[in-house]
């Protein structure tokens, strides 16, 4: 009988970002994540939302800073896209110009919304019901 073959059965983002009390605060109270930890120290915390999970490291130089900025983006799988953004939209309003893309439909079938953390961090929410996950 042979081994079953070795899954991996999950995976999380680890953002650097200049204030993890802040990060979690913004995931938290515009995103509606919920604080799993910050360290005693303020160097890592986790925010999770369902099954996602996403950790803060703090940057300590501008180049990580300007990486979170310009190249690390984020997808996550959503199921009632359209209602979530509902019930974000009062916190996201509040966001600068540029910030928050409203939901629209991708040409490969996903309906999406996009956010931009205040480091800069590209979130994309991200549903397709002909998609089973």
Known sequence: MSNPKPLIEDAVAIIPVADVAASID????????????LSDDGTLGIVVHGEAALHFVKACDAASLAATANHISVYLWIKGLD????????????LDE?????PFDQPYGMREFHVKDPDGCLLLFGENPEIER
């Open 26 to 37: 913004f995931y938290r109270d515009v995103l509606g994540f919920e604080q799993r930890m």
């Open 83 to 94: 209602a979530l953004y509902g019930q974000l939209k009062p916190e996201l309003e509040q």
């Open 98 to 102: 540029g910030r928050v893309r409203p």
